[in-house]
């Protein structure tokens, strides 16, 4: 039963959205530099913890919720971020976890930082196709050859999907490792764009060993291993696995890494539908969009790792471990949309304005997955641009991220 909303109520959430558009992008011109949009906006403790950097994966995040304002000086600062994240990309073709600005130094992370290249790629070739900065796969052509081969040598020979290690992606302090979900994801996506070989291998692989409770077990003998691990021991049976390696896997439930599989096409109908599904059971939206993992890993747990407990950081419900996310929030309401729920997709539009609005449009990095108190670095740009992403989807923009090109990407 539809709840009838107070008198008035409906144009208290509509002045909420339409002023936090405008604050959303108010903030991201303050954030943006010549080089690109920072992390966060400046302030002692941001440039202690290295917030007041070009991240790679922030940047392009950014650059798809920028890339959508409508804003001319939003768009040229999304263009920026991507080109000095190419100036600073290894010789190898990794692209940097951050590029110092001002010490002129790029970071690659403590096991390495997998998920900027792919990121990266992403926002590239959307920012061409969209006429942003018409050319720029050609002018970039180079660096984009370097990045893919980088890729395709993390790549695993029959299952064609990466391979990373731990606490090395966005979630940098989680022990996910192996097969990664959320890389995984990407990695699909980026290979649909560039037109790369074995992409509906990569596709099938992922259904197969991230959600083996509806899709046939691999006919490779280690996949089939791999499998019967997980289906022997797995609880949650309608999420897709945060990760899968050898005789472990992540049972915990990684939202993001689920609404991406929805977004990029990676995931087959049925269990993308029992995927939403399991979120929507568990309340992940509630009070705010989105809760970072459906359940903390806790200290008792085998995954559980002493670096978790770096800065006190990632202990139940706080940052990767159970936090809310304003960003992944923004990605929750484009996959309401993409599945068809759009009127859901606006309400949910309206309690994440409200979560990018406490303590005076604070747009937090995340908020206590219990307490909910504003925790993490404030004035955080891909919170903002995650903002303006999902306000122009839900609106009936096209989603940058779970749009499908007609063929792949050709370079030439």
């Known amino acids: 039963m539809k709840s009838r909303a107070k008198p ?3 144009d208290d959430d509509a002045r909420l959205v339409a002023e936090c558009r405008a604050r959303a992008v108010e903030l991201l011109k303050k954030n943006s530099t010549p080089a690109g949009v920072l ?31 409508g804003d001319r000086e939003l768009e040229r600062a999304a263009v920026a971020g991507l080109e000095t994240l190419a100036a600073h990309q290894a010789p190898n073709g990794q692209l940097p976890k951050f590029v110092d600005v001002d010490g002129r130094e790029a970071d690659f992370w403590y096991l390495g930082c997998i998920d900027s290249t792919l990121w990266w790629l992403i926002a590239l070739e959307y920012l061409d196709r969209a006429g942003l900065a018409r050319g720029i796969l050609k002018r970039q052509r180079r660096r984009v050859e370097r990045a893919l081969c980088w890729l395709l040598a993390q790549e695993h020979q029959r299952f064609y999907l990466l391979q990373q290690n731990e606490a090395s992606d966005w979630a940098d302090i989680m022990p996910r490792s192996g097969f990664v979900l959320y890389t995984n994801a990407l990695w699909y996506r980026v290979k649909r764009l560039f037109g790369l070989p074995h992409t509906d291998e ?44 050898f005789s472990f896997f992540g ?8 609404l991406l599989a929805m977004l990029a096409g990676a995931a087959e109908r049925e269990a993308a539908r029992r995927a939403l599904g399991a979120l929507l059971a568990a309340r992940v939206h509630e009070p705010y969009p989105v809760r970072a993992v459906v359940k903390p890993i806790a200290k008792t747990s085998t ?56 303590r005076g449009f604070r747009f937090s990095e995340w908020l206590h997955g219990r307490t909910l108190a504003a925790r993490g670095m404030p004035g955080q740009s ?3 641009a995650g ?26």
């Open 202 to 245: 990569t596709r099938a692989n992922f259904n197969g060993l991230f959600h083996p409770f509806s899709a046939g077990l691999p006919e490779y003998r280690r996949g089939r291993l791999l499998c019967d691990y997980v289906l022997r021991k797995a609880k949650n049976r309608d999420l897709f696995l945060s990760f899968v390696n």
């Open 303 to 358: 995954l559980w790792r002493p670096y978790m407990a770096r800065h006190r950081q990632n202990f139940a419900w706080q940052y990767h471990n159970g936090g809310i996310w304003p960003m992944v929030g923004a990605f929750w309401v484009c996959a309401l949309v993409g599945a068809g729920h759009v009127e859901l997709a606006r309400a949910e539009l309206v309690k994440l304005a409200r979560a990018c609005a406490l």
């Open 8 to 10: 008035g109520a409906a």
């Open 39 to 69: 992390a966060a906006s400046p302030n002692p403790k941001a440039e202690r913890r290295g917030y007041t950097s070009i991240f790679g994966r922030d940047a392009a995040i950014c650059a798809l919720g920028m890339a959508v304002s």
């Open 382 to 384: 891909w919170s903002a």
């Open 251 to 258: 049972d915990e439930g990684d939202v993001l890494g689920n």
């Open 387 to 412: 903002f303006l992403l999902a306000d122009h989807v839900v609106n009936g923009g096209e989603d940058p991220l779970g749009s499908s090109p007609e063929r792949g990407m050709k370079l030439a």
